[in-house]
Nanobody
Framework: QGQLVESGGGLVQAGGSLRLSCWFA????????MGWFRQAPGKEREFVAC????????LYADSVKDRFTISRDNRKSTAYLEMNNLKPEDTAVYFC???????????????WGQGTQVTVSS
């Protein structure tokens, strides 16, 4: 299968930007659709965005649409989440995940990264 390694989290002021990266350590990256989820303190993990294996199809949560962009570079086995106009309510641990179907549902994802903290100050 493979392993997912996230990076790029940090502390940013409201209105700022961050780019998260998710590197797939393995040889089957193009077999997977990729997703990003997040979990805020005291809340359940929620869907953020996902992208098909080819990059040709993307889905977003309403709360991040028009602010976040998911992308992937299959040559580098890496998925990205570009986050702009960040808000304090975006503060969460962000997880990348891999699935064999493009889905908003956690249960469809087979591989998960360890998570990276994003903190947005007001």
């Amino acid at each position: 299968q493979g392993q997912l390694v996230e990076s790029g989290g940090g502390l940013v002021q409201a209105g700022g930007s961050l780019r998260l990266s998710c590197w797939f350590a393995g040889s089957l990256f193009m077999s997977y659709d990729m997703g990003w989820f997040r979990q805020a303190p005291g809340k359940e993990r929620e869907f953020v965005a996902c992208i098909s294996w080819s990059g040709g199809s993307t889905l977003y949560a309403d709360s991040v649409k028009d602010r976040f962009t998911i992308s992937r570079d299959n040559r580098k086995s890496t998925a990205y989440l570009e986050m702009n106009n960040l808000k304090p309510e975006d503060t969460a641990v962000y997880f990348c995940a891999a699935a064999t179907v493009q889905s908003r549902a956690e249960s469809d994802y087979d591989l998960w990264g360890q998570g990276t903290q994003v903190t947005v100050s007001s």
